[in-house]
């Protein structure tokens, strides 16, 4: 099964998944809003540097459900 497949799979089937990339992408968002409003004051440079670890965190967890998939361990 290819990347693609299985993400879709994990979409339908796998709500801590579905949780997981929907974080991601509003994390996401968030931090190109930011981004977009130059000068940062020292609060919004620190909610960019929370939303970048959040994001990570969440892209990290939802690659170990699919190595979980792939090696045929249940999440």
Known sequence: MDQESLIERLMAENEEFR??????????QELETLKGTPPLS??????ISELKKLKLMAKDRMET??????????A
């Open 19 to 28: 949780r997981l990339r929907g974080e991601h992408r509003a994390h996401d």
């Open 42 to 47: 020292a609060d919004q440079q620190w909610r």
């Open 65 to 74: 459900i699919i190595r979980h998939v792939r090696s045929g361990v249940t």
